[in-house]
């Protein structure tokens, strides 16, 4: 199975700050990577799929980039709505296989 | 809006077998695939496997090949995941998640249900 490592695990960061995560595949993974969203208590919700299409509704302060085995998720001006702990997450489909990241947890400072 | 509802919290004897079932309302659901994601407490997200129900198979990711079983009922639009031989360390939030695309499987979850809680403990 392929083996999503993220960081960092935790930070802590000012409002309006700019927060960058990052995600890395043992194996090519081409653009096959999510990022979700978990707030406390909360089902995860989908906010980047395919590395770096917005879900609809998903603010634009929101962004993914990557491709290969390096990718990021940004949060361009930090918000005290996106305390949370945020996952990457590959896919294979033949046959269907995927996994999380160890997760990240974001809080304010 | 299709919206997941599951069912309630359960609490199992080590060595018995839950069914958690996940029941969709308001958009398609034979061709959109149900997944089961788990989450152990303070921990991250698993996947289980996923199943749509047109084709009525399952697929299962490795760890559980042996101890889960995906199904799903199209005539009440709900999908079930049944995990035996229970361990302690099968207690965990399992939540049912559904593809964002149709005819996709273990792909993008887009839509989730509010969790179930399952504690196995003697």
């Known amino acids: 199975d392929i083996q999503m490592t993220q960081s960092p695990s935790s930070l802590s960061a000012s409002v309006g700050d700019s927060v960058t995560i990052t995600c890395q595949a043992s194996?090519?993974?081409?653009?096959?990577l999510n990022w979700y969203q978990q707030k406390p208590g909360r089902a995860p919700k989908l906010l980047i799929y395919?590395?770096?299409n917005l879900e609809t509704g998903v603010p634009s302060r929101f962004s993914g980039g990557g491709s290969g085995t390096d990718f990021t998720f940004t949060i361009s001006s930090l918000q005290p709505e996106d305390i949370a702990t945020y996952y990457c997450?590959?896919?294979?489909?033949?046959?269907?296989?995927?996994?999380f990241g160890g997760g990240t947890k974001v809080e304010i400072k | 809006q299709v919206q997941l509802v599951q069912s309630g919290a359960e609490v199992k004897k080590p060595g018995s077998s839950v069914k958690v079932s996940c029941k969709a309302s308001g958009g398609t659901f034979s061709t959109y695939a149900i997944n089961w994601v788990r989450q152990a407490p303070g921990q991250g997200l698993e996947w289980m496997g996923g199943s749509i129900p047109l084709f009525g198979t399952a697929n299962y990711a490795q760890k559980f090949q042996d101890r889960v079983t995906i199904t799903s009922d199209e005539s009440t639009s709900t999908a079930f995941m049944e995990l035996s031989s229970l361990r302690s360390e099968d207690t965990a939030i399992y939540y049912c998640?559904?593809?964002?695309?149709?005819?996709?499987?273990?792909?993008?979850?887009?839509?989730w249900g509010q969790g179930t809680m399952v504690i196995v403990s003697s």
């Open positions: 395919d590395a770096s």
């Open positions: 194996r090519d993974i081409s653009k096959f």
């Open positions: 998640a559904r593809d964002r695309r149709q005819l996709s499987l273990g792909v993008a979850f887009d839509t």
């Open positions: 997450q590959q896919y294979d489909t033949l046959p269907p296989r995927l996994t």
